[in-house]
């Protein structure tokens, strides 16, 4: 597919439509990799662009419109917080990539900050991905993430896509609500959970015992593996508990994030979060 000027990249793996700059000298191995980061974040779409205008920690660069959906921003009383440079959708078009569907709207912001790992709550539930590289795959967990009211997601700085492009069009606004923590070792970062008193339980079609049948409690870490490759052996060795979903079905496997939703929907009513 031929790339445009603002054409999101899902994995750090390929070309990237900005430069971001290397490990600062000291920087604990769990802050976030974008927090230093000079280059915009690219939002489009309704839900995600409207969300982050409504997010007072979002910090809105450029705000790009069509006339009609600076109509309807206007309809539903959402402030643009920043002067919008109004173009014909076409304009949009030529900025990112051909499959994008902006629904004209078009932002450049800063990223968002995210907390140390050792200021996550302990309470409630945290996701964690283990090196899940697609974009629309963590977008999609993101959303859900949302839905079931996740404390964080802590994933990697390497072999994850970065938080802008098509990964916040999946989150559908997502990327507002949940925090995202990045990491240079799951390894370590699982064993400050650990220590901080989290059950870390991986999922994984190995696992000793069905999700279903573990003992949950609060708090609470989940920790997924990229599709194929599933945890990797370090991880699964850090994890409290290594469990599977079984499925009543011919097919045994879900995407992952499918399989995200549902060990969260066994979390929180086994947590009784559900109420």
């Not at 499959?99 to 200021?119: C, K, N, R, Y």
């Not at 590289?133 to 859900?144: F, K, Y």
């Not at 339980?201 to 593996?225: I, K, M, Q, Y």
Request: net charge positive; aromatic share 2%; charged share 25%.
């Amino acid at each position: 597919m031929k790339e445009r000027k603002f054409a999101p990249k899902g994995s750090r793996g390929g070309a990237k439509p900005f430069n971001r700059p290397g490990k600062s000298a000291g920087r604990p191995a769990w802050r976030d990799r974008d927090s230093q980061s000079d280059g915009p974040v690219i939002l489009y779409g309704w839900h995600t662009v409207t969300m982050a205008l409504a997010n007072p920690k979002r910090r809105i660069r450029k705000l790009t419109l069509t006339e009609n959906a600076a109509r309807r921003l206007a309809e539903d009383n959402i402030q643009t917080r920043v002067a919008p440079e109004i173009v014909r959708p076409q304009e949009i078009d030529r900025m990112l990539s051909p499959d994008a569907v902006h629904q004209g709207l078009l932002a450049e912001a800063d990223p968002l900050p995210s907390p140390d790992i050792e200021t996550l709550k302990q309470e409630g539930m945290v996701l964690v991905l283990d090196q899940i590289t697609d974009p629309h795959n963590v977008g999609a967990i993101l959303r859900s993430a949302a839905a079931f009211a996740v404390k964080a997601i802590v994933t990697t700085a390497r072999h994850s896509p970065e938080a802008t492009g098509v990964l916040a069009k999946a989150a559908s606004g997502a990327l507002e609500l949940v925090p995202v923590v990045t990491v240079q070792n799951l390894a370590r970062a699982l064993t400050a959970l650990n220590e901080r008193g989290f059950q870390t339980v991986g999922l994984d079609s190995e696992g000793t015992e069905n999700l279903s049948d573990v003992a949950l409690r609060e708090p609470l870490a989940l920790v997924l593996g990229a599709e194929g490759k599933g945890l990797r052996q370090l991880t699964r060795e850090t994890c409290s508990v290594v469990a599977r979903l079984d499925m009543p079905g011919e097919i045994k496997s879900l995407n992952v994030s499918n399989a995200a939703v549902l060990s969260l929907y066994v979390g929180a009513s086994r947590l009784g979060l559900m109420k």
